[in-house]
Structures are given as structure tokens and as C-alpha cells.
């Protein structure tokens, strides 16, 4: 791998972190405890896995770069942005529905 490739996968990963960092904090800390979600843990562990299997076919796939993704990326940021701006609320154990707006028990945040 070119050092730049290994330099932007770092940045990437830095950013991503960045990001999300408060979700994955909630999702260790609050979700995968739950007895549902008890598998989590090993998803990545597969995935890598899965990577790593495939890892020959991977390396010789000549990579295209393309607009298309941004169909997904700016409004996932957008949602995410709006959810961490309304605040950490409780719709998802709301009876009221699974929707951050279906709730207005927010402990936190600009939105209610």
C-alpha cells in the first residue's frame, strides 16, 4: 500500500471517530450491555475476517472514484446532525413511536 493510501485511511479514520464518537460512546456504554445486542461485540471481529478472506480480490480491484456515495453521506450527516442537535431523547423507548421528533422527552439539547 502507497504511503499516501495508509495516510488517508488514518485521516479517514480519525474523522470518522471524530464524528461519531459520542454515538459509538452511547451504543458501548447504553446499547450493546442490553441482552439483545450481546453479539455485538463480534461483528467487527467478522467483518474483519471477511476482509481479510478477500483480501487478494480486494487489492486487485482497481478503485473508481464516484459521486454516487454522497446520495447516502450527506443525509445520513444531515440526520445525525439534527439528532445530536435535538438532544439525547428517549423515543426509542417512547410508547409514542421510534422517531427522535415522535418525542419531546429530550434531557438534553436546543430542539424541544
Not at 480519525?14 to 453479539?39: F, V
Request: with cysteine; charged share 15%.
Amino acid at each position: 500500500m502507497k504511503p499516501q493510501g495508509v495516510v488517508k485511511f488514518v485521516l479517514y479514520a480519525a474523522l470518522l471517530a471524530g464524528m461519531y464518537y459520542s454515538a459509538y460512546t452511547w451504543l458501548i456504554q447504553r446499547d450493546w450491555p442490553r441482552e439483545d445486542y450481546n453479539y455485538c461485540y463480534l461483528i467487527p471481529l467478522v467483518v474483519l475476517y471477511l476482509i481479510w478472506e478477500k483480501k487478494d480480490e480486494l487489492a486487485a480491484e482497481q478503485a473508481v472514484p464516484s459521486w454516487g456515495g454522497l446520495l447516502f453521506l450527506i443525509p445520513g450527516l444531515l440526520l445525525f446532525w439534527v439528532v445530536s442537535w435535538r438532544g439525547r431523547c428517549t423515543a426509542f423507548t417512547s410508547p409514542r413511536g421510534s422517531w427522535p421528533w415522535a418525542s419531546s422527552g429530550c434531557t438534553s439539547g436546543g430542539g424541544s
